[in-house]
C-alpha cells in the first residue's frame, strides 16, 4: 500500500510517497503550494493521503499559520474529504518518539532508527526539511492503520 504523506506550509508543501509493503520511499520533494495543488490533481484517486494538520494551542497566530490552513482545506478540496486523514503534530511526534514532548529532532532519529540512514544508498537519503515531517505523517497513518486491522482481527 502507498501512502502520500503531506507537511503542508504556508508558500511551499512538503510530500513524502511511502510504500508499507517493504517501507520504501518511492517520491519526495518540496514544491510551492501552485504547483502541489497541481501535482495532487494529476495523482487521481489516491485513498490514503496522510495530512498534517494545525492544532490549537489558545494563543494568537500570524499570516503564515493561518496561510496554512488554507493550505490544508485545498488539500482537502483537491483530493476530497474522504480521502484524507488529517493529524495534529503533537499526536505524530508522540507515536514515533514515545515522548509527549518530543521535539522534531527526536521524530528525525526515530524515523533514522526505524528506517535506516540518509547516505547515498540508505533508505532515507535525501530527506531533507519538511520532508521529514511528511514522512513522520505518512509512518503514523500506516501505524494507525496497522493497529486498527489488528484490533479489528482480535475481535473477529
Known sequence: MNILGIDPGSDQTAFLLFNTDDETILKKGILENE?????LSALNGYHNVAVETIQ??????????????IMIGRI??????T?????????????ITGMTRAKDSDVRRALIARFGGTKKGE???????DMWSALAVAVYHADEIHY?????RRSL
Do not use: H, W
Open 123 to 129: 533508505p532515507l537519503n535525501g530527506v531533507s526539511k
Open 35 to 39: 504547483e502541489f495543488i497541481c501535482f
Open 56 to 69: 490549537c494551542y489558545g494563543m494568537p497566530v500570524g499570516k503564515d499559520i493561518i496561510d496554512t490552513c
Open 148 to 152: 486498527t486491522t489488528l484490533k479489528q
Open 83 to 95: 480521502y484524507c486523514f488529517l493529524y495534529p503534530r503533537p499526536k505524530i511526534k508522540a507515536s
Open 76 to 81: 482537502v478540496q483537491a483530493l476530497g474529504v
